[in-house]
């Protein structure tokens, strides 16, 4: 990111009709009373409070199953090619938060460097805001995740799990992650706020190498190379070292 200029939220995303399918997600997380206010104790939208969208979560990537009928004897050519048709809509429906939670983490990081002008700095709460809403069910490509077709076969199965898994990275890590640093930015004492950021980033690292490790058994599955989803990579931002 430019030091001269901050981005204005994440680009469009021309997102095609997408769902979850398979089991519910691995962090059925308690929300925290905490994570339902925003600086200045205002209430937040009931769309973006954290038991809300955990539990929307969970009820969203266990209540539909979509799922293609497939001969038989489909050819792994055609079972690898139908997982990586849903590994595109999987990217596509995931990208708007996974760009936004990329910026929020960029900003803090030149929020603690030094190199956020003044002009720029009072962009940063609008801009995380939109962060925000890219990651929580305001967002219509967060429900495309709950319309994904899968394909009857094991590879389909896997590539399920993962849409659950990338499902529960956006909506309950990444979004949890993006409070984290609007409360810091406004308070950078705030030791609650910095401890689970410290958690969250843990959670998006773990929730990532889980979703890459369901497409790699769905590769197998299906007899040919599949991609991982196009999640970054996350560490937790941290103040320069030394003087």
Known sequence: MSTSSIPAGSPPQDAPDT?????????ETAPTEA???IAGGRGRPWYRRRAVLVAGA?????AITVVSDLPQKASSGQKVADAKSVLHALDTDVHPCAYSVQQTFDLYQRQLDGTVTAGERGQIPGLMRDDQDACSFANATIFNLSTITLPGTPAGRDMGTAVNTVTLWATSDALAAIEDVQALTTNPHDAK????LTEEVRLL??????ADAEVAAASRAAGGHIPAPTLPRLPEPTPPSGP
């Open 19 to 27: 769902a979850a399918a398979g089991s519910p997600g691995p962090q």
């Open 35 to 37: 994570g339902d206010k």
């Open 58 to 62: 969970v009820v969203l990537i266990a």
């Open 193 to 196: 706020a910095q401890s689970g």
């Open 205 to 210: 690292a773990g929730d990532r190498a889980k």
